[in-house]
C-alpha cells in the first residue's frame, strides 16, 4: 500500500513543480514515481513534457512510447505524433495523432497536428471524419467547426462548409473568423 501512496505523492510533486516550469525537481520527482510504481504511464508522460521543453526529442519520443507500451492512451499517441511531425515522418504522425483521435476524439493536440498534416498528405477525407467524431463529443468548440469548414471548402463540398459555418455563427454571431469565411464562399 504504501508504494502506491509514494507513487501518488510523487506523481502529483512531479506535476506540481512542472506547472511551476521547475523542471529539474518535476523530473526528480516523476522519476521516483517511475520506479515506486511502474505501472503507470503518467510519470512518463511528465518526463516526455520535459524532454519536449529542453528540446530532447529522441528521448521524448522514446518516453512517450513507453508511456503507449504501459496503456496506450491518446497523449502519449499525440506526443509520439507530434515529435515525428517535427522530424517530418509525416505519414507515421499522421497515423498516430488519428489513432490519439479514435481513442479521445477531443485531443486537441492531435487534432491540430492532424488537420496540419490532413492539408500536406492529401487526406482531408480522415480529417473530416475526425473533425465531425470531435463535434459530436463537443460541439461548442468553435475552432474544430471552423476547421471542418475548411477542410469542406478545401474538398468543394461548400454546402457543407456553410452549414458549419452557419451553426458556428448562429451560437456565436461575433466569431469574425467564421463570418469571412462564410462570406468568402457566399461571394
Request: aromatic letters at 8%.
Amino acid at each position: 500500500m504504501s508504494n502506491h501512496l509514494d507513487y501518488e505523492i510523487n506523481k502529483e510533486l512531479g506535476e506540481c513543480y512542472l506547472f511551476m516550469g521547475e523542471l529539474d525537481k518535476a523530473e526528480e520527482y516523476y522519476r521516483k514515481a517511475a520506479s515506486s510504481n511502474g505501472v503507470h504511464p503518467d510519470p512518463y508522460l511528465g518526463l516526455a513534457t520535459i524532454a519536449v521543453q529542453r528540446g530532447k526529442f529522441a528521448d521524448a519520443l522514446a518516453l512517450y512510447k513507453k508511456a503507449a507500451e504501459i496503456e496506450p492512451n491518446d497523449k502519449a499517441l499525440a506526443g509520439m505524433g507530434l515529435i515525428e511531425m517535427e522530424g517530418g515522418q509525416n505519414e507515421q504522425a499522421f497515423t498516430h495523432f488519428m489513432q490519439a483521435l479514435d481513442m479521445n476524439p477531443a485531443n486537441m493536440i492531435a487534432v491540430h497536428g492532424m488537420v496540419q498534416l490532413a492539408y500536406v498528405l492529401g487526406r482531408l477525407d480522415d480529417a473530416i471524419v475526425r473533425l465531425n467524431a470531435f463535434l459530436a463529443v463537443d460541439p461548442e468548440k468553435e475552432a474544430v467547426r471552423i476547421s471542418l469548414a475548411g477542410c469542406y471548402i478545401s474538398r468543394g463540398r461548400k454546402e457543407e462548409a456553410g452549414a458549419e459555418l452557419e451553426e458556428l455563427l448562429h451560437r456565436n454571431p461575433a466569431n469574425t473568423a467564421a463570418q469571412e469565411l462564410y462570406n468568402t464562399i457566399n461571394s
